[in-house]
C-alpha cells in the first residue's frame, strides 16, 4: 500500500509540472524544465513498476486473481491512513 501511496505521489507531481510547464509541443521547454520533468517521470514510472512487480507477486502467493489485489491495493491506497497521535502531556511530569 506504501508504494502505490508513492507512486501516486509521483503520478501527482509529474501531473504538476506538465500543468505548471505547459505542453512541450506547444512552447518548448528549457533544458532544466525538461530534465525535472523526465527526473520525476522515470521516478514515477519506477515506482509504478514496483507497485506492479508487488501486485504480481502477492496475487501469486494469495493464489488470488491479480486484478483482485490491484484493485484492493488502488482503493486501501487512496484512503488515508490514520494518524498515529501522541498521549497528552501529564502535567505532573517534570515537578
Request: proline content about 3%; hydrophobic content about 30%.
Given at each position: 500500500m506504501e508504494k502505490q501511496r508513492a507512486a501516486d505521489e509521483a503520478h501527482?507531481?509529474?501531473e504538476a509540472l506538465r500543468d505548471t510547464?505547459?505542453?512541450p509541443?506547444?512552447?518548448p521547454w528549457p533544458e532544466i524544465q525538461t530534465d525535472t520533468?523526465?527526473?520525476a517521470w522515470?521516478?514515477?514510472?519506477?515506482?509504478?513498476r514496483d507497485v506492479q512487480a508487488a501486485?504480481?507477486?502477492h496475487a501469486?502467493?494469495?493464489?488470488?486473481?491479480?486484478n483482485d489485489i490491484e484493485a484492493e491495493v488502488k482503493r486501501a491506497a487512496k484512503t488515508p491512513s490514520p494518524e498515529v497521535s501522541e498521549p497528552p502531556e501529564d502535567p505532573s511530569e517534570g515537578k
Open positions: 501527482a507531481r509529474v510547464y505547459g505542453a509541443t506547444a512552447t520533468y523526465e527526473t522515470r521516478a514515477w514510472r519506477d515506482l509504478a501486485v504480481t507477486e501469486k502467493d494469495e493464489n488470488r486473481p491479480r
